[in-house]
């Protein structure tokens, strides 16, 4: 686990065009959830994809624990994304579904196996593991997606909308499951999302933006029940 801090971090697109993100300072504590909250088009995807090393910063700093990652590899971050459900290899079983972070990062296959059981455990997946990802439901794929991300064991999870492709009573259902393997495992989680509700009932802390700039940042309660 970790904390992750922005410090006045900028995102500039189109040689100077487009300001994305402007002077975004926050910083999410070790085991924290924070939801990252605003409209379409607000920079919430650009602030992750930063964090995560998956876009240049242009401005400002990041750092995962005490490490400043601004020139680090995303490898070598020691974070996971979750994306949508729909980015699993519908050709690979379950199970090197999961294990696929691991072969890339050359880990044996012993302790592969052990992680990607402890995994499927912990999702109730253990009797899917061969399956293909066709062969599953949209609830079950979330958590294949989610099990790629957990047997890292990084010490932070990046989650981008992962809901955004599943029916409104599945998204329902995923909220709560999300949140509560969060709260297990208590690994420090930034969370992206449009919709208000998931801000309201899934994180600790709701991290409110707009235009790319972060308007307010505090518990769901106090942002949302104000007043
Ligand atoms: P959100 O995740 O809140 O929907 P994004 O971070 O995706 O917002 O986008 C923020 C702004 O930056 C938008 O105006 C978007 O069009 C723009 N943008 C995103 N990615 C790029 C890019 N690769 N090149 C140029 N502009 C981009
Ligand atoms: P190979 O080395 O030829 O890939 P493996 O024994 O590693 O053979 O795996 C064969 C298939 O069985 C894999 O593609 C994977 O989907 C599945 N598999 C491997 N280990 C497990 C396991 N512990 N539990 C469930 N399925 C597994």
Request: charged share 25%; proline share 4%.
């Amino acid at each position: 686990m970790s904390s992750v801090t922005l410090q006045n971090v900028t995102k500039i697109y189109g040689g100077g065009a487009l300001k994305a993100v402007k002077d975004l300072s926050f910083e999410v504590e070790d085991g924290e959830f924070l939801v990252l909250v605003g409209p379409s088009g607000c920079g919430k995807s650009t602030a992750l994809r930063m964090i995560a090393g998956l876009e240049e910063i242009s401005d400002g700093g990041v750092w995962i624990g005490d490490e400043f990652v601004n020139d680090m590899h995303p490898k070598d971050r020691d974070i996971a994304m979750v994306f949508q459900s729909y980015a699993l290899y519908p050709h690979m079983s379950v199970y090197d579904n999961i294990a696929f972070p691991l072969q890339i990062a050359k880990m044996s296959r012993q302790e592969t196996e052990k992680r990607v059981q402890e995994a499927a455990r912990v999702l109730e997946l253990e009797n899917y593991l061969k399956r293909k990802p066709g062969q599953l439901s949209g609830g079950q794929r979330q958590r294949v997606a989610m099990g790629r991300a957990i047997v890292r064991q990084p010490s932070a999870f990046l989650m981008d909308e992962p809901l955004s492709n599943l029916d409104a009573k599945l998204r329902v259902q995923m909220r709560a499951e999300i949140a509560g393997l969060q709260r297990r495992l208590g690994t420090t989680t930034i969370y992206v999302t449009h919709d208000q509700v998931e801000a309201m009932t899934m994180g600790d802390r709701v991290a409110l933006m707009k235009d790319g700039v972060l308007q307010q940042i505090d518990s769901p309660s106090n942002i949302y029940n104000k007043p």
